[in-house]
């Protein structure tokens, strides 16, 4: 597989939630994005906010946009918030600088896509994030 | 309920999809959106163009953003194209004006979202929509 | 191969070119996208006007947005002009629905990406295209 | 020669990869504006993340904007970040405050366009910009 398909993106989500239920998470949302950044597949839970989705997809696609997880995105917007403000404009606004976007790599190393997940504190947001992607089987990179 | 949770939603693609495998139908693309119009969740089938999301979306969006499904849009549009094309512009771009978006209503009338189908003929992707609705237990409306 | 390469983008893009300069046509501008609708390569001509970039881009970007090459996409303007115009505004703005949008496909028709020319009339741009791509050892599909 | 022609363009790319690749950067992105700030060629190499274009795009454009290389739009993000990203604003988003985007003069100092680099760090992107660029016979603004 060189993108993540929808079965593979469900599984994801799945984890992911249960992830946050076990840990008593606030309401996440979860999205999938393909390699080239499309959403696969996405749900908001009962009592997350109207703008979870955008939000979760903006961490994803930052992710993918700059080849890095959200994290390191966070640690280059520390150090110079003015390019990661630019990067996110010249990539149509869909980039949000916090953990919680995650980068799926298979056992060789592919790019698959990306998970986004928002709703609880970013870290904890990072965490439902790469259970998710572990249940299925794959390496997460949120750096 | 006055608004579609999670669950429904889910209950819905997955009803959507089963309909479009049994009618052999092409890779769908279904999602589903709030009475306030946020999506609550989405699948996008394998084989599905990269688009199909943000073109289901704007199915059930815009069918939510005039109050009635997309096929009655579809007829609107062949009379006057310029209003739909306005209304487009005027909702920041989200509004496909073909069938496959279908509101979502409980058995008392009230509006609880959209669903938002596309991937077949638009004949097709409106009947899944109306599969999904009516799986859950709730009333599609079409125009 | 499971997406255009850099060096096999850079083979289409040399053989349209070449096309374009045996069959005497004006200059084109030819880019290619890769399956997740990025661009891998791109060259204008000396004399393309200013804006044959985004042009180019859109033919192709369109095609993979509603997964049929852009001569499909004029089929459907020429019997629903609202709704290629919807799509337009959904996918963000960059698809043009006439020929020189063709799909990339490898020997199994797995999709690869899309090449988008255009400078001189569509049925040539689209020719240009079609001899990039068979030079490379790929399939163009432009409907 | 009053503007980058599609022939100078090719020869700073190819220069810019080769110094790439001598130096063991990771992939790069070039791509090469005219003095009008539109697009000539474009590279991306394999590897590159998904918006790498539009990034190189925007370190190349922004230079042209304001009239100064990157380095010095960095400089200015750094005094007054407010004034950096209301430019960005004013030109539609394109415009990437850190080395990369280099002006292309020629030896009597007319301004014919500029490269954008990205992929590996902003020192490195600028220097592979200057090499494409002094290649070509021509003249590398990096302020």
Known sequence: MSTLDLKTARTVIAAARTHGRSAELKPLTVVVLDAGGHVVAAEREDGASIKRFEIAVGKAHGALALGMGSRA?????????????AVTAAVGGSLIPVPGGVLVRDGAGTLL??????????DHDEAAAVAGIEAAGLTAQVD
């Open 73 to 85: 995105i966070m640690a280059r917007a520390e150090q110079q918030a003015f390019f990661v403000a």
């Open 113 to 122: 896509g990306a998970v986004g997940v928002t709703g609880d504190t970013s």
